[in-house]
């Protein structure tokens, strides 16, 4: 008797997982995979990543989602509006799939009336991602400092913390935050307005640097550290905004000058060469892996505003010798972009040293604002520069940056309503191939949605980022800054 009753209650859950999976035995089925948001379909995913959470873009009342995989794990979900996956049993079934794949099957019902889908797969890297990204929330305001900070997002969960905020010295605009390849001990973030400066923290000890002498055009922005930390490239620029009258576009920032210019940390120097201080326009510096190398973008000098959509850039690279921190006597150029009729800026070197990923677009060197702007891929090994056709999409991808293993790439993306930028990681195994991108998961679907502010600027971090802010606060609010020479 005890057996049958087991047999009984074995086979009614049998039924039911079926049920579940089918949307009912009078389920319509869709060979098609479903309309997600985010789209999550034939994603490649880190085996650390938080819950996929998601929910369908066309009415519903129900929905019930199976997550399985061959070896016969199953999750089973159901809601009303979304699926919102436990967070201990997503992270077990990827570990258990780690070089693999899952899938996921989802039926949706209307009155009673299922839709069931055709499963979708997921991949699952076995290459380990850092612990999580750092970027800038910003409302979409042009000329007034609203809030705005840097804040933490933890990848393996929904946690997201405030590092920094301007309210702490208001007003104010903070910008340009980079660490020394994902380290959290090395981290350079800039001060615009009343209360200007470079904040500069190493190992736990930060000071507000005047990050300007006498022979650079403007303050120190778009930095990027050397590998041995000695080092900060930054550009000297000096920018002006203006906006369209045409219905497709919102606003132009351009450059009326810029230079490219290497801080000495040590020495608190200023590192500058004639190459790089011309009439033409240099800027977003980044250092080889090695040290060895200084890449920049560079166009020639056109008249602001009359000619901004001719001014394009190329990818140029300068010997530096970090030893001595002197420049080569030579400009090489690896992307003549303006050739044809293109401008490449944000050129940034993968840590392993095979490639240098880009963005391209019609003119000019801020690629947020422009909707055709898409990355690029030079290998540095054969000079091969290819689109990153995977990763791309119809509206804008911009501000980009590596993992630490440089198996993963991060960028700004506006392709979910063509009006704020938010980011999305895509995997690049060791032969170059890219996997489709996934937008930063968030425990609820509407979060992006409702959101008001763009992600700027996201940057891989692995560690915890530790800030004093009572101090920094004292320092800014001092206007004592540590002067350079």
């Not at 922005?221 to 590998?227: D, E, L, R, T």
């Not at 120097?269 to 033409?280: D, H, S």
């Not at 690629?367 to 119809?394: M, Q, V």
Request: hydrophobic share 35%; with cysteine.
């Amino acid at each position: 008797m005890k057996k049958y009753l087991i047999c009984l209650l074995s086979l009614a859950a049998l039924i039911a997982c079926k049920s579940c999976n089918n949307g009912g035995m009078n389920s319509e089925k869709v060979d098609a995979c479903p309309d997600i948001f985010p789209d999550y379909t034939e994603v490649t995913v880190p085996s650390t990543i938080a819950p996929l959470n998601f929910t369908v873009n066309e009415k519903f009342d129900k929905i019930r989602t199976e997550i399985f995989d061959s070896t016969g794990n199953r999750i089973f979900i159901s809601g009303n509006n979304e699926i919102l996956i436990p967070a201990k049993k997503w992270k077990n079934i990827l570990e258990a799939n780690k070089g693999g794949k899952i899938h996921i099957a989802v039926s949706i019902s209307n009155n009673d009336r299922w839709k069931a889908y055709k499963a979708f797969p997921v991949y699952v890297s076995d290459a380990p991602i850092d612990e999580g990204l750092a970027y800038r929330l910003i409302a979409p305001g042009y000329e007034i400092y609203g809030k705005m900070g840097i804040y933490y997002r933890n990848l393996s969960n929904f946690e997201q913390r405030a590092l920094i905020e301007n309210t702490l010295a208001y007003p104010s605009c903070m910008n340009c935050h980079s660490f020394k390849q994902t380290s959290a001990d090395s981290m350079s973030l800039h001060f615009r307005g009343d209360f200007g400066g470079t904040l500069l923290q190493i190992g736990g000890r930060s000071e507000i640097l005047a990050l300007k002498n006498d022979s650079m055009i403007a303050n120190a922005v778009y930095p990027y550290w050397h590998p041995t930390g000695k080092y900060i490239a930054y550009s000297a620029n000096k920018t002006i905004q203006a906006f369209h009258a045409a219905r497709d576009k919102r606003i132009e920032v351009m450059d009326t000058a810029s230079d490219v210019i290497v801080y000495d940390v040590e020495n608190r120097r200023i590192l500058m060469t004639p190459l790089l201080k011309t009439e033409n326009f240099e800027t977003f510096p980044s250092f080889s892996p090695d040290g060895k190398t200084l890449y920049f973008s560079c166009a020639k000098k056109k008249n602001i505003p009359a000619e901004y959509n001719e001014i394009r850039y190329d990818l140029c690279s300068v010997d530096f010798d970090p030893t001595t921190g002197t420049f080569g006597n030579t400009i090489d150029t690896l992307i003549k972009a303006a050739s044809t009729g293109k401008s490449a800026s944000c050129g940034r070197p993968s840590y392993n040293g095979k490639y240098l990923m880009y963005t391209l677009s019609d003119y000019g060197n801020f690629p947020i604002w422009h909707k055709e702007a898409d990355l690029w891929l030079l290998d540095l090994k054969t000079g091969e520069t290819r689109e990153l056709s995977e990763a791309n999409s119809s509206d804008t991808e911009s501000y980009h940056s590596w993992s630490s293993n440089s198996r993963w790439f991060v960028f700004g993306s506006r392709r979910a309503d063509g009006l704020y930028t938010r980011p999305y990681i895509a995997s690049i195994d060791e032969n170059g191939r890219v996997g489709k991108p996934f937008l930063v998961p968030q425990k609820h679907t509407d979060y992006y949605r409702d959101l008001l502010y763009s992600f700027n600027i996201p940057e891989f971090v692995t560690g915890k980022i530790r800030l004093d802010l009572s101090e920094i606060e004292k320092k800014l609010m001092s206007k004592k800054r540590v002067e350079v020479f």
